[in-house]
Structure formats: structure tokens, C-alpha cells
């Protein structure tokens, strides 16, 4: 079965603190994509990252980083030195070849960055 | 680059009214999704599209509910009648399926549509 799983639902930081977002995933693929996307008050969901199973280097795109590891089937998203612009609704997603094109999505973390 | 384009942004209508829901994709891309989402239930795959053919059309709810895709610019979705249990966002998203088929979808503004 194809599952995602942020066990997070919500999650509140003092500004400039880090933040670590969770992602579970099940999967009876071998080759498989995950991916994870921002949801901002304004609504729209904004792509952040697409990761494939293969690739488990971390990955670093500013004050983002990814951390993937297959051992445990977890991609978890970590933001260094929050900032109040991050606070959002983020999802993670899995898709692969039992799922067709189709994105498994989370059911998302609320993060709230408090000035 | 223009993204993904929704029309309307918002939508109030009554029960019993027909609603249509726009999408015009990033030029270029060959699938198109479209989705729900409630607090409830959360993100549903409503229908996907590869090259303007319905793929998977199991996540519509009901046969009120009906999506086109004439050409590679253009799809709608269509609530006929609509109910106040309709009420949500729906998005569109797009995405180019080349050499890797799972690539990212890029998303739509969305129309957050209210059936009184």
C-alpha cells in the first residue's frame, strides 16, 4: 500500500529556533519520488523539493534541508533559523509506479513561527 | 512564465446551480490533475488527464461531478447540480511527464467554491 504519513499536525516555534517536519512513508515500490510542498495562508501550494529513492543525499537549499534515509522510510524536512514567513501548512508526497502518476499526499503539518 | 491559471478565484453559488471550474496548464506540460480539499478529508485526487485523456477519473465522487480536457490549454470541471457538501477549494495542477514520470506538479491559485 502507498502511504504518507506527518504524524505533526501542528507545530509552533519561536523565530530564528529550528524546525524539524516528519514524513513517513510505505511504499511497495523500488523506485519511487517524494516530494514536499508548501501551503501559505494565501492558499496556493508552492513546490519545495522532489527527491527520488535512489538519492539518499541530503539536500540543502538555503535555510531548507532534506534529510532522506530509506532504512527508515522517512524524508524529513528540517528550517534552520525559522523566519515568520515560513509559517504554512506543509505536505509531503509519494509517488512511484503502483500510484501512476498520481501523488500520495500527507495530511500536512501545520507550522506556526512566532515572532 | 506564466503558472498554472484557475478561473473563477472564488465562487458562491446555490444548490441545485451549475458551477464551472477552469484550468489553463503551464504551456508545455502534458498532465493535468485536479483536486479537493476540505479540512476533513484533506487533499483528493479528484481526475488526472495525460495528454487531454482522462486517466483516472476513480476520485470523482459522483456522476454530479464531470471533467473535460478538449484540448492541451484548456480542461474544466463541472458540478451539476451542486451541494452544499461541494463546498472546498479545488485546484488544478500540471505537470510535464518526459523522460521521468514522476515529476512535480505545480499547482493552481485554486477556486474556493461555497454552495450555499
Known amino acids: 500500500a502507498q502511504k504518507v504519513t506527518q504524524a505533526q499536525t501542528e507545530i509552533s516555534v519561536v523565530e530564528k529556533e529550528d524546525v524539524t517536519l516528519d514524513c513517513v512513508y510505505e511504499?511497495?515500490?523500488?523506485?519511487?519520488?517524494l516530494f514536499w510542498y508548501k501551503q501559505p495562508p494565501s492558499g496556493e501550494l508552492v513546490f519545495l523539493i522532489r527527491?527520488?529513492?535512489?538519492?539518499?543525499q541530503n539536500e540543502i537549499s538555503g535555510r531548507y534541508s532534506w534529510n532522506f534515509q530509506k532504512s527508515t522510510s522517512s524524508f524529513n524536512f528540517t528550517i534552520t533559523a525559522s523566519q515568520v514567513v515560513d509559517s504554512a501548512v506543509y505536505f509531503c508526497?509519494?509517488?512511484?509506479?503502483?500510484?501512476?502518476?498520481?501523488?500520495?499526499f500527507g495530511t500536512g503539518t501545520s507550522l506556526t513561527v512566532i515572532p | 512564465d506564466a503558472g498554472v491559471i484557475q478561473s473563477p478565484r472564488h465562487e458562491v453559488t446555490e444548490m441545485g446551480q451549475e458551477v464551472t471550474l477552469r484550468c489553463k496548464p503551464i504551456s508545455g506540460h502534458n498532465s493535468l490533475f485536479w483536486y479537493r480539499q476540505t479540512m476533513m478529508r484533506g487533499l483528493e485526487l479528484l481526475i488526472y488527464f495525460n495528454n487531454n485523456v482522462p486517466i483516472d477519473d476513480s476520485g470523482m465522487p459522483e456522476d454530479r461531478f464531470s471533467a473535460k480536457m478538449p484540448n492541451a490549454s484548456f480542461s474544466t470541471l463541472k458540478i451539476q447540480p451542486s451541494e452544499p457538501r461541494d463546498s472546498a477549494v479545488y485546484f488544478c495542477?500540471?505537470?510535464?511527464?518526459?523522460?521521468?514520470?514522476?515529476?512535480?506538479?505545480?499547482f493552481g491559485p485554486g477556486t474556493r467554491l461555497t454552495v450555499l
Open positions: 495542477a500540471s505537470s510535464y511527464m518526459g523522460g521521468s514520470p514522476y515529476s512535480e506538479q505545480f
Open positions: 511504499t511497495r515500490d523500488t523506485t519511487y519520488y
Open positions: 527527491r527520488n529513492s535512489f538519492d539518499e
Open positions: 508526497a509519494l509517488s512511484g509506479p503502483t500510484t501512476g502518476n498520481q501523488f500520495y
